[in-house]
């Protein structure tokens, strides 16, 4: 490469690199005013901040004794609720236990009563049918006997057998 493109290489790469820096130098510029900007606008609220701030670091200073007590006793109220609904538990579960226990025992009872009064009911079923059975077969007898004496005949066969057709 000659002497003259040589030098025309590097005075294009100087010219580029003062371009770059003219560049980096607009942009740091751009970026100080966006950042005098914003610190503008944040000032004022800070400044507003600073005593709020302080009044709550202050209250907390003030008040983190009497959150750390309410906290320890929270807990404590916590346990001693816990304790208290783990014995009412059990009593539930006893007394769960014991009305189940009467439950079946009633059941049973009445169970047994309900098979007693069947047993009952049966017992004077038939002892009240016996009889009036028996009078009615005694009736039927007594009432075959005053038609036959009645009638002075036997009745046919054909009475006797439209007699049984009507029963079935």
């Keep these: 490469m000659s002497e003259d493109v040589f ?10 690199a003062v371009a770059a820096f003219a560049v980096q130098a607009f942009v740091v510029f751009a970026m100080y005013r966006v950042t005098k900007a914003t610190q503008d606008k944040l000032l004022p609220v800070a400044e507003a901040l600073t005593p709020i701030l302080g009044t709550v670091r202050r209250f907390v200073d003030e008040n983190s004794p009497k959150f750390s ?13 816990q304790v208290h609904v783990d014995r009412l538990g059990e009593v539930v579960k006893e007394a769960s236990d014991r009305a189940r226990a009467q439950v079946a025992r009633i059941d049973g ?3 047994l009563t309900i098979e007693q009064v069947q047993q009952a009911s049966e017992n004077v079923k038939a002892a009240i049918l016996k009889p009036v059975r028996q009078v009615d077969g005694i009736m039927h007898g007594i009432r075959a006997a ?15 057998t439209q007699d ?5």
């Design 109 to 111: 009872a009445v169970d």
């Design 164 to 168: 049984e057709e009507m029963f079935i």
């Design 146 to 160: 005053l038609s036959v004496v009645a009638h002075s005949r036997r009745e046919s066969v054909d009475h006797a």
């Design 69 to 81: 007590q309410m906290t320890t006793d929270a807990t404590q109220v916590v346990k001693t609720l």
């Design 7 to 16: 030098r025309w290489v590097i005075t294009i790469g100087v010219f580029l």
